[in-house]
């Protein structure tokens, strides 16, 4: 098989690593095939903040469980609403686990931050997909985080403390490092609707 597609076909989403750090040459590498993403007028507007300290990663795992606890209240008024419920249950399970659920003990945390212009979401989330990519190439597991991008957008004091401007938006916060094993077969996927027109 092509090996692009193959690599592609064998990215998951990893949810448990070993305490083995990534080499710096290796994430290194992972972010250069992220910025060979395509961009709007090739205007490029990702920067990489890049956490291997482990303690400031359970910080701001724990900074992540005490917003998500302090809303939960908020939610219960909407609770009727099936898709809330879930979302809200989900999240008390991680907010009440003695485990850190939401970056998996990665001994590697990569944020994706750009200036909040028309088309530079879209921009970092091609960045972001080549940087899992590339790392499931090199044998490396990673994870979207997307309730840290939601907190961490929300609070301007974690974005002080990683040196992000304020005027940026978080992108993207994966999760980087070594699987416990990658997952030997994929969910099974759902068949799109396909439309075409000749």
């Known amino acids: 098989m092509n090996q692009v597609i ?26 250069n095939s992220a910025i060979y993403a395509p961009s709007s007028h090739n205007r490029q507007p ?15 795992s724990d900074s992540i469980r005490a917003w998500y606890k302090s809303i939960a209240q908020l939610s219960l008024p909407l609770s009727f609403i099936k898709e809330v419920r879930k979302s ?33 979401a879209q ?7 080549n940087l899992m990519l590339a790392a499931r190439s090199l044998e490396v597991g990673s994870c979207w985080i997307g309730f840290a991008d939601i907190v961490f957008n929300k609070n301007n004091n974690i974005k002080k403390k990683l040196n992000i401007p ?18 030997e077969s994929a969910l099974p996927r759902r068949e799109p609707k396909k439309v075409w027109i000749e």
């Open 6 to 31: 193959d690599n592609i076909k064998q990215r998951r989403s990893i949810r448990r690593y070993t305490e083995k750090q990534v080499p710096r040459d290796i994430i290194n590498e992972c972010i």
């Open 88 to 120: 809200a249950e989900e999240m008390m399970k991680r907010v009440k686990s003695e485990k850190d659920l939401f970056f998996y003990q990665a001994p590697c945390i990569v944020i994706t931050h750009a200036p909040n212009k028309r088309f530079f």
């Open 123 to 129: 921009d970092c989330s091609c960045a972001a997909q």
């Open 166 to 183: 304020n005027s940026h938006s978080i992108m993207a916060t994966i999760a980087l490092g070594y699987p416990e094993k990658f997952p």
């Open 46 to 60: 990702w920067d990489f903040t890049i956490i291997t300290n482990k303690k400031l990663i359970n910080e701001l």
